[in-house]
């Protein structure tokens, strides 16, 4: 099994091509699509650059693996769904982070909260047969309640979940969020694998300004986590984490991204003047008031 990663600097999101070189089965793990917040535009640009390297190794790429519904960069998905015909798959508590955004956006009853903009929901313990390659799922939700982390061979893909040692863990403060949720998917379930196990992660923000790092061991993990390691308790991350995230501002590309990212990666269907908006909540993080009009 060889693992290619692609790293798009403008939001620090790792998207994996795992493939064997074999039977050049492959999926694809957190594509991006590209989004300009200031043109309000998107554009292909990593996903062209993803499938040159499928072309050139004459990868069949069967799924298009969502670790969640993404908060900072826009899901490539759907784009993949049409260019390569993959499945675009997500764990199934997709429907409540769903039904929560539907309300925040105003999307109306017509907008499905079932999961159907997905091929494919998915729980715990299950596994996604992609050929040659074999595909298992963890659920570790704390970012989101829908986060989920795929085992493949001896590797596994933690979304936001867990980060490479010396940045630590996603935030937890989005709704639904839990620090205590996610403390369980790491302490008690991600460190329940083997200490070799690979560990390949959703970003990296390269603190310091270091070299870019996306890879590290469940071993190293436990040891080293600046946020969870093994000795750490529940009280402990909770407090670091809830301590954190009251400091971190909202990702730059919140809105535009949860708001594509509930429905499977898909553009918003296209007004009566041919043209497709998304909608922005003012002061959604602190409520309007007559001073504010």
């Given amino acids: ?27 694809v793990i957190d594509p991006v699509l590209d989004y300009d917040a200031g043109a309000a535009a998107t554009s292909t640009t990593s996903l062209d650059a993803l499938g040159a390297f499928v072309a050139q190794h004459g990868l069949r790429v069967h799924f298009a ?13 759907a784009v993949l769904r049409k260019r390569l015909g993959a499945q675009v798959i997500v764990g199934a508590r997709i429907t409540e982070v769903q039904r929560t955004f539907r309300g925040v956006f105003d999307l109306g009853d017509a907008f499905a909260i079932d ?23 963890l659920e570790t939700p704390g970012h989101t309640p829908a986060c989920v982390s795929f085992l493949i061979g001896d590797a596994v893909f933690t979304g936001d979940a867990l980060f490479v040692e010396d940045y630590g863990t996603g935030r937890c403060d989005f709704p639904a969020g839990s620090a205590s949720a996610l ?7 991600l460190y329940a694998l083997p200490d070799e196990t690979r560990v390949f992660v959703g970003h990296d923000y390269q603190p310091g300004g270091r070299e870019l790092r996306f890879e590290t061991t469940i071993g190293a993990s436990r040891a080293h986590n600046v946020h969870i390691r093994q000795d750490t308790s529940r009280a402990q991350f909770v407090h670091l984490r809830e301590s954190r995230d ?33 909608s922005v909540p003012l002061n959604l993080f602190r409520p309007a008031t007559e001073d504010d009009v």
Avoid at 65 to 77: F, Q, R, Y
Avoid at 252 to 276: D, E, M, T
């Fill in 115 to 137: 999961g159907s903009q997905f091929d494919r929901l998915v729980t715990e313990g299950e596994r996604l047969e992609a050929g040659s390659l074999s595909v298992g799922v």
């Fill in 65 to 77: 693996l969502e670790t969640h519904a993404h908060a900072d960069h826009v899901s490539g998905g």
């Fill in 246 to 278: 009251a400091t971190l501002a909202p990702p730059r590309l919140l809105f535009p991204s949860v708001q594509l990212n509930v429905n499977g990666g898909r553009l918003p269907p296209a007004h009566a003047n041919g043209r497709r908006y998304l």
């Fill in 183 to 189: 403390y369980t998917s790491v302490h008690e379930r």
């Fill in 1 to 27: 099994m060889k693992v290619h990663a692609l790293f798009d600097p403008a939001t620090y999101t790792l998207t994996y091509v795992v493939y064997d070189e074999a039977t050049r089965d492959a999926v």
